[in-house]
């Protein structure tokens, strides 16, 4: 069964199911530290989600990933391509309303990159504002907390960016590209913080994040060094099992109308 | 010691101590069932940031209240306000700015109403990026998570909205305003849900926000039924605590330059 | 009878005279002289409002103020907010259009500060334009200009800024923040000119704002010396009273529909 | 000596005095009853200008008409070319900055039609605070006050749009276009306000402008029938004279720098 | 038969055949060489589209022209007005809209400046889609490259700006504003170029335009030197023909509905 | 050698030679007749320009193509993804900033869809005057045209869009999702036209583009049924050896500074 959005004719669009939730990947292009590619986002969010509808293709529908984020605290090393986010927000609510436009009434806009989150929040919300459909965000690491704080080795603090988490997964997925040898610890945590927290298995209660370039040497906020591709696998099959869990749970939710109470 | 930012002259601002941290709060106006007033998120982030900024003034400055929030969902309800997202975010960032240009460094936007989160969210980050300063943004009711779940008389839905926590802190706070006898309870949070949530004390893994009259009939979505004042002195004094104690971790954050890799 | 909107339930608000004039208050926060707090036009315009809906509540609603304005030519004075012109009327159009969509026919933009005159003008022409309810804006002292003329103690350019009349209105709702033994005369009106002036009382046929810092040395255009809390209560009285025959007659006007003649 | 920007080269202009006031003439495309033509206010606007220029060519300098202004409140009525607020105002402060650029240090924004005020007002803020310039805005007809009053034949309401003032001039300029047999009376002005008035001699105290065919069967708003064409030199000779009072004003006014109070 | 649109009133243009085709000129102000005024674009476009509804009344309409542009990168040189491009295609777009909700169903977008082009024709497509009305975008040397390529006296590179064409043209309408004792040769073209070129007789496979005074030393791009006003008149007229050509295929095009596919 | 962008970690992104062009090819979603997938765009312009860096690593960098454009005006078809103009230029002018702002001197836009032909020639406009670097924007069919007239089957109007030329290049690199059965011949071109034309190879001397809908029945504009693979390879390969040629050419330039000459 087809699942790429891309091949339909658009004939084939017309008669696709339209209970089907289409799944719009979003990534970035930006520094990783010395020993990844600047594409880890894109790789990761991509591969997620195409296993994903691999697995249930009957439930949904892949559109191809937005290569480029929100990111300009970045800026400062070279190669990162920084999209103003309101740029990117109304970019994605124009794929979104597009299917609405064309039937589709379940959305997920799934996010491979931290400053994407709030953008692609909003970008949920215009949509369902715009169109009435049902659009939800989420960025994978949130969907997998447990098994995040579960098969971790490195500390709190060690799976910010480029860490423990990225890494494992850069080399389960395509480890040519991992220069592992330049990889080094670069944990910032300041555990006497109570509120305040970068890590991807969560912890923060409030939200600061200041210019990357004052925060870290190399681009590095986590320990890649105890990164290695058997853990990369534990880490991208449980992402790829709660996003699963996750199309589930948006197909199940019933669609009620509004009411004007005027 | 004078703490309220608009009682000073432009000549005692020139003086003033730039690391107090200055609070910006933000509400709402909007429907919170028929028990609560319209201006139930400006009353409690209001009250709230008073109390802080009362008890440590020389570590902290306080602005008025942006009283209207995003929250066009809401609108099939009267009464509401609503502000489109990007207006709400200039307009924060115009006040961000501002504070940067006379050379405040650390700013805490300070939410109190749930839809406002992203859009704050990404204005504390465009403010960072146009200025370099530290621009925090909380959602109160993140910040005191562990006492809602330790003081909570409702089960997971019990507040969402206009529910067991802000009919508590209304009761404590201006019990004249509260009309108890027409709240009803209206919990709709599905127990089989692993990802989506609206509860106040966390647990959505992801974010999905239909329109809301599609999930509420009145505009509760909590349990009011259980407020009480005690309790809403237990709940505002949580978070007076856990804010202050915030200001306090962004007072001791090191700030650093950026450096350029280029 | 209620008259503040923000006390209102949302059955209230379904439930009110929509024939009320919606009073929405905009101020600024801003330099006035070494004498007066930042937040003069936020006090003043407030208190006006609150003095007309108290005096005819049943013909009148209140909607708190905003409390940031134009005015980015002030920045060189520490405190100054300036919010964007553009985001500032789209700010107060949201909310025009909100009370619209409730089903509002009357609303009155009350401002406070100078530079937000032609802001609020525009906001509200655009309301008219998407909504098609009748939406007045005001400037307070253009309502009250003979009272001005006949009772002010400074000649012309002596009630510009921070000068006779905001301070002498100061003293009397507020006299604990006013540091009178700071204020000296700044009257830099050219009695040559025709065409430009600031004076608040009018006289003005052309507009030339300058940068603030250019034409005054500590944020006065004025003559605060001459000030005093009489003066300041009979100028105060006659705003409300002229703000309320404003208010009366825009009860008044007759609305008409509009016709197409294509 | 050369006064039209236009016929200059960009050596000439390089060479010019950049003292010499640079008028921007800015008009509309509106019904105007069915007696004059849809160019009224760019005719009067521009025909005016080019006498001020002719006037006092070493002095100023004149850049070609806008064409179109902000005026959807007409649309009901056929021809009208409506720009958006935002839109005009971008494209008037593009102009003004474009000035500023090249040196240029005073300018003046001349309008000639109504609702253009409050856009063009903003514009010349706009300007002066993006580049420090001196930039006027002014409505022809507010410059000359004295006269409407001393000269009129009409009374208040009379020469609101299309009317005495309006007819009179058109007459005088270009009589083969007026058709004054299509003319009639339609006054709609109400002689018990007190702040609201769109008669163009003054007398409003606050802004309420509805959609132009719910006040006006024929798009007129005014008396037509009583104007003359040599009345409609008086008043184009009092527009011209004053006009060049208020050019003379800004070459008069000793330019200032901005001073940093931080 | 009158053909100017400015010259009709409501009823009249109410009357309007609205299958004639209304002509938008749009031009620019900027430097043209030494020899060449600021206002070249805008004369040349502004005759041409006089003299084609001068020779076709009943099938077309004349708006006034735009006379500012799209050509920051000309702006180191002094006299250039520049529009941003998002101002100037909102501009043009909200004249066309305007002219659709009067009836009319075909637009002719005239351009008379070679960067506007790109803006123009978005702004074509923009109308379109919003209005359903035909618009047509040109560049009226584009219509005439034949004549162009024919009667030529310079090379490749001549006639790219204030070359042979446009100083020939202006010799031809007005000479008595050409300084042709300072124009100078400036062909900058290369000959080993495949895809890129600025002449305006064709040729180019790609864009590419850098910073015009990184280009040429003086404004020129082309040789006026062998201009002259006998040649002008055949460019000129070619260019009436060709136009009048391009408005009666306008007015032959049959006009379809819409089918949703859905 | 590296040549996908994507690859390159940050310190090795700083090493780059920045004299190397930058190709970032766009392409869109939408209708290609019932024969062709969505995606007939973005696939012929990725493989084209990843055909082109592979054989000129040395002198080329490739980015991700963005796989959405603007095509609001197909959306009566099931199926498109329309972003609006202004979102997809500001995206791919935050794209090309980032470039320049890391020292890459020389970018090439490269498009794979007509409608996207202004939008990316604007923001390669708008990137040369914010950052100086050389952005040349092109659609590859222009660059082919001698063989695109020379090896054609089918008449004028057989190749605008789903018809010949990209039915025989989706048959040569993807031919598994072409359904050729489903194919049939829809030329719309009017032969007698002499100024509109829709075809790729050329022809149209002014921009005309009417809804889609209103112009074909099945979403073909062309002939598909003259297609063949053998002929698809003959125009991919002259694809890429023109699209080498201008990457050639545009290393060539020789990149001047401005001169400012006020």
Redesign the interface.
């Known amino acids: 069964m087809k699942s790429l959005?891309?091949?339909?004719?658009?004939?084939?669009?017309?008669a696709a199911d339209k209970d089907r939730v289409v799944i719009l990947p979003v990534g970035a292009?930006e520094?990783?530290?010395?020993?990844?590619?600047?594409?880890t986002d894109?790789l990761i969010v991509s591969r997620l989600a195409e296993a994903v509808v691999a697995s249930i293709p009957a439930e949904s529908l892949l559109?191809?990933t937005?290569?480029?984020g929100?990111n300009?605290?970045h800026?400062?090393?070279?190669?990162?391509?920084?999209?103003?986010?309101?740029?990117?927000m109304?970019?994605v609510v124009?794929?979104a309303r597009?299917?609405a436009?064309?039937?589709f009434r379940r959305i997920l806009i799934l996010n491979g990159h931290g400053?994407n989150?709030?953008?692609l929040?909003?970008a949920?919300?215009?949509t369902?504002?715009a169109t009435?459909c049902?659009?939800?965000?989420?960025s994978y690491w949130?969907?997998m907390?447990e098994t995040l704080q579960a098969e971790r080795h490195s500390r709190t603090g060690g799976m910010a960016h480029a860490g423990e988490l990225e890494t494992s997964m850069y080399l389960y997925l395509d480890p040519r590209?991992v220069?592992l040898d330049?990889a080094r610890e670069a944990i910032v945590h300041d555990e006497?913080?109570?509120?305040?927290c970068l890590d991807l298995a969560g912890g923060a209660?409030?939200?600061?994040?200041?210019?990357w370039?004052?925060?870290t040497?190399d681009?590095t906020m986590g320990d890649p060094t105890v990164a290695d591709a058997d853990r990369g696998k534990i880490f991208f099959d449980a992402a790829v099992r709660?996003t699963v869990?996750?199309v589930k749970?948006?197909r199940?939710?019933q669609?009620?109308?509004?009411?004007?109470?005027?």
């Not at 049902?134 to 989420?138: E, T």
């Not at 209660?205 to 210019?211: C, E, G, L, S």
């Not at 669609?255 to 005027?262: E, F, G, N, Q």
């Open positions: 959005y891309e091949k339909f004719t658009w004939p084939e669009i017309k292009m520094d990783h530290g010395p020993h990844l590619p600047l594409d894109n559109l191809p937005i290569p480029f929100f300009e605290h800026k400062d090393f070279p190669g990162v391509i920084f999209i103003q986010p309101e740029t990117l109304n970019f124009d794929v597009s299917l436009h064309h039937g400053s989150h709030p953008v929040d909003l949920a919300r215009k369902v504002i009435g049902l659009c939800v965000s989420a949130n969907l907390s590209h220069q330049k006497n913080n109570r509120y305040l209660k409030a939200m600061a994040m200041q210019w370039s004052a925060q040497d681009g709660e869990g996750l749970e948006i199940q939710i669609l009620k109308r509004r009411k004007d109470h005027h």
